[in-house]
């Protein structure tokens, strides 16, 4: 895996190295576009001038903190809180079950209007676009 994530981490970063020259060629190839033509230089200033730049290197840097602040616990024998969080999925298989109970429930009962007969099923498709039709024009 740290192959593949770091031959991708190379082609990344030279692929944004070339995005400055290539711009000039999508300017001049895709005028109906916008694209505005800019050296690698403008590039990087208005990538650092980016307020989700900052943002996703505050991300980054708080995750390696966590990581970090792990390994140092587990180095000293004792069990990480963020462990114990991980191994419960940090609360999404509980989301998951209920939303999956609610999910159920509603089929349950959206179950007794399925009839299996064709032409039930039309009417009730034909009335429910009747219905979105009707709400559309209403709220226009």
């Not at 593949?4 to 895709?30: C, D, I, K, Q």
């Not at 966590?66 to 999404?92: H, N, P, T, Y």
Request: hydrophobic residues 55%.
């Amino acid at each position: 895996m740290k192959t593949s994530l770091g031959l991708l981490a190379v082609g990344t970063l030279t692929t944004w190295l070339l995005a400055g020259p290539f711009s000039g060629l999508f300017h001049a190839t895709l005028p109906f576009h916008s694209i505005h033509e800019l050296s690698t230089l403008e590039l990087v200033e208005e990538i650092f001038s980016a307020p989700a730049t900052y943002i996703a290197l505050t991300v980054v840097c708080l995750g390696l903190g966590i990581f970090w602040m792990v390994r140092k616990q587990a180095a000293a024998g004792k069990e990480a809180r963020f462990d114990i969080l991980s191994r419960e999925s940090f609360g999404f298989d509980w989301l998951n079950r209920q939303i999956t109970s609610i999910t159920f429930k509603f089929a349950t009962v959206l179950q007794k209007t399925q009839t299996g007969k064709l032409n039930w099923n039309v009417v009730g498709i034909l009335g429910a676009l009747l219905v979105v039709l009707v709400f559309l024009l209403w709220s226009a």
